[in-house]
């Protein structure tokens, strides 16, 4: 089965610290979300892309969060500087964008975050 | 603002124990699916509705739109160990829409 690959699967590193994490999207889908999962917060949408170009990103801290598609079988998400409060397990996730209702998306096993 | 509750938050029930979770919101959604996730490991998608009034059944897994589109329910029969893992319904208020996800129902199923 087709799926999507994150890396770092775990990631431990200082405050002010840039972090990268890395998803490759189901080839030939179009669509790729960055979501953030906390026990607190739940799920959240950071960032989607459609076509490698940025919907939305609202949902992101743009001082300090960035995201990417430099090309259709790579998506980037970057934080820098790192704080303790972005620890957190990151989810990128791919969608065909064909159905006429939001399409499902298939999601990878994260990036589990922490920053001391 | 969470758009999407979910109750109970957490239940831990018996080997072949029926249950239901609810996902409710005031606002009505195009399109809703539900996810189950397991520990270290993303969210895998169960069913979408659309219709509302429609039901799905998923073997023991039954879920239901509601009529005016604004919860959603799902029910399992005799529960086993392998249904364990968080459910989290998600909705789209508008075809193509980003999706909102739900608070989570963390479901443990002792054996």
């Known amino acids: 089965d087709a799926r999507v690959t994150q890396t770092p699967r775990h990631k431990v590193t200082e405050m002010g610290q840039e972090v990268t994490m890395r998803c490759q999207p189901i080839?030939?889908?179009?669509?790729v979300f960055w979501y953030r999962q906390t026990m607190m917060q739940g799920l959240e949408l950071l960032a989607y892309?459609?076509?490698?170009?940025?919907?939305?990103d609202s949902g992101m801290p743009k001082d300090r969060f960035s995201a990417e598609m430099p090309d259709a079988t790579l998506a980037t998400l970057k934080i820098q500087p790192s704080e303790p409060r972005d620890s957190a397990v990151y989810f990128c996730?791919?969608?065909?964008?064909?159905?006429?209702?939001?399409?499902?998306?298939?999601f990878g096993d994260g990036t589990r975050l922490s920053i001391l | 603002t969470q758009l999407l509750e979910q109750s109970p938050q957490f239940l831990s029930i018996q080997e072949g124990e029926n249950l239901t979770v609810y996902c409710n919101s005031s606002?009505?959604?195009?399109?809703l699916q539900w996810y189950r996730q397991e520990p270290g490991e993303g969210p895998v998608l169960l069913v979408t509705v659309v219709t509302g009034g429609e039901v799905k059944k998923l073997k023991r897994l039954t879920f239901q739109f509601g009529d005016a589109r604004k919860d959603s329910s799902l029910h399992i029969t005799a529960a086993q160990p392998g249904d364990t893992g968080l459910y989290l319904c998600?909705?789209?208020?508008?075809?193509?829409?980003?999706?909102?996800f739900g608070t989570g129902t963390r479901l443990a199923v002792r054996p």
């Open positions: 892309f459609r076509n490698r170009a940025p919907l939305d």
């Open positions: 080839l030939g889908h179009n669509t």
């Open positions: 606002s009505v959604f195009s399109s």
């Open positions: 996730a791919s969608g065909s964008g064909l159905d006429r209702f939001n399409q499902p998306q298939h």
């Open positions: 998600a909705g789209a208020k508008s075809s193509g829409d980003k999706l909102t």
